[in-house]
């Protein structure tokens, strides 16, 4: 059983940055999961943000978000961050933070279907 605990959201102006974090407890090991963060707006679907794989140098990004979010883990301590920086309305919704075991395709972790466990999620709000 694993289980994922969302932290760092709230409410911020455009331009600004936020950083949000995602601590992990479970039987295994956190580097034996690979780790994705994604987002919720209201009255629209779930989307891809970012994956990790357990080396930390392996990274995803949705389009929206290249060159503004940086997606990292730091395995010892078993936690996630997403650095969000230049963020824009659009960039409102609830953060999840997601985990699933071994290794899977960018495409396959991008979907949601290959992460087995969920956070409740993070709010994140940026105002015009």
């Known amino acids: 059983q694993v289980h994922l605990v969302e932290s760092g959201g709230g409410m911020v102006q455009t331009g600004a940055s936020l950083r949000l974090s995602c601590a992990f407890s479970?039987?295994?090991?956190?580097?034996?999961?690979?780790m994705a963060w994604f987002r919720q707006a209201s009255g629209k679907e779930r989307e891809f943000v970012a994956a990790i794989h357990w080396k930390p140098g392996t990274t995803h990004y949705a389009d929206s978000v290249q060159g503004r979010f940086t997606i990292s883990r730091d395995n010892t301590k078993a936690t996630l961050q997403l650095q969000m920086t230049d963020v824009t309305p659009d960039d409102t919704a609830i953060y999840y933070c997601?985990?699933?075991?071994?290794?899977?395709?960018?495409?396959?972790?991008?979907?949601?279907?290959?992460?087995?466990?969920w956070g409740q999620g993070t709010q994140v709000t940026v105002s015009s």
């Open positions: 479970g039987r295994r090991p956190f580097s034996a999961y690979a």
């Open positions: 997601a985990a699933g075991e071994g290794w899977a395709p960018r495409a396959s972790m991008s979907t949601g279907r290959f992460q087995k466990y």
